[in-house]
């Protein structure tokens, strides 16, 4: 039987999300209608879908009340094929400013809230310069990986990195190949790793340092959802690569260009290890009501 869905549309330089609510965990939608609402065609469009629900409502919020009780709400993010992603760093941005919006939760600037994902509970906030996601401790992928993309030369060895999501950062020869780069194809990743990746390429600003901080340029094909404007744990991932590469001289403070704008990035020492905080604007478009199949 068709039911009706209200929705609003929403963004983080440029990635996509439909966002609906569900506090009580009545509309879990299949993938099949995910994929449809994503569909730029025949739906709204967008790179992925989040319904708000209550962790306590979740199977997968059991875990998050266990490690911080005050995450009342979940985040629960597919991917625009209708597969589950453990985190989003643009969504997490923008649904915060979703729960305000919608008058779900209240929080004044500069305080901060927890969230429930799937890859844990994460802290956001926001302040004047934009919505802020404090990502946790990242990890490097003792694995090289090579990369095939479609346009590029040669195969490019990868270097793995974990935001609470997997990544794959990739650096280009310059900013000619990275724009040649057919990102819309799957790129073909030796050895396939065990929960796929999203593939980041990157080439430095020119100047790579200037004033304290570093800026790169990055394109994004993401696990589940294509090429996208701009991914949050993407630059993430794709800022801390550099920094790796780079060495002890490479500062801590990135700028990050992508197709839909330019994200900050920032590596801060927390009590468990070093964390990776992402800044930057989110915006939400419009809202309407659809009819689900
Ligand atoms: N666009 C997101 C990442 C979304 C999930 C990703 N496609 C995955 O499967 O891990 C971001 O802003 O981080």
Known sequence: MASTLSFTKGHGTGNDFVLFSDPDGQE???PGQ???????????????VIRAVRSAHLDAGAAVLAEDPAAEWFMDYHNADGSVAEMCGNGIRVFLHYLLESGLVELAPGEQLAIGTRAGV?????DPLGYVVDLGRWSLVERETLVRVKGLPVARPGIGIDVGNPHIVVAVADAAELDGAELEYVPQLDPVPPHGANVELVVPGEPLIADGVARIRMRVHERGSGETLSCGTGTAAAALAFRHWAGA????DWRVEVPGG????RMVPGADGEHVVLAGPATLVYSGTITLA
């Open 28 to 30: 879990a939608l299949d």
């Open 34 to 48: 995910i994929a449809a609402l994503c569909d730029r065609h025949f739906g709204i469009g967008a790179d992925g």
């Open 122 to 126: 994460r802290m956001v906030g926001y």
């Open 249 to 252: 001289a490479a500062p801590n």
């Open 262 to 265: 330019v994200l900050g990035v």
